[in-house]
């Protein structure tokens, strides 16, 4: 049995958040959807209690409900990060240990991309944006782009366990903010 008195949300996965939040002080750069944090959670859980656990036990400690919870094992279980075991004793466990698992790796399972939706993401620009010749913005975003993709494939399950100061403390020594 999962000890129900873990939430994964206590573990760790504020590292995401840390740099955003301390860099803008008000709101996040970038938006990550519930699914995505809904499967980082799972997939945290799952390195949490290291062996494998059913579908039910894991929407139980997440809070979840089982539909959703099915949909995103699917979803990670094809982009190779969980293993399904069928049968009575079946269930779902990593596919590889917590350190070889980065995070940008399980949105990447949800969403296809870690990534998306800045301005001016293609050499063209928007067909609405009048700037697509010399337009000083479109490099900031791209580095602002590659930059948190970084961040999300440095960032492994295992780093997400620790606590929120030894998280954030490892993340200001991989992608240092000024002014801390």
Known sequence: MIDPGLRTGEIGVNLFFTIFLKHSRKRAMFRVTRAEEQAIRLIMRLAHVREQITLSELAEAEDLPEPTVAKLLNMLR????VEAV???NGGYALAGS???ISAGQVIR???GEVVFGYPCNDDHGRPDCPRTINCGLRPVW???ESRVEEVLSQTTIADLLKSE???ASQLQELWPLSGD
């Open 78 to 81: 094809k982009g190779g990060v």
């Open 86 to 88: 069928r049968g009575r």
């Open 98 to 100: 917590p350190n070889s």
């Open 109 to 111: 399972c949800i969403s």
């Open 142 to 144: 791209r580095h602002i």
């Open 165 to 167: 100061a030894s998280a």
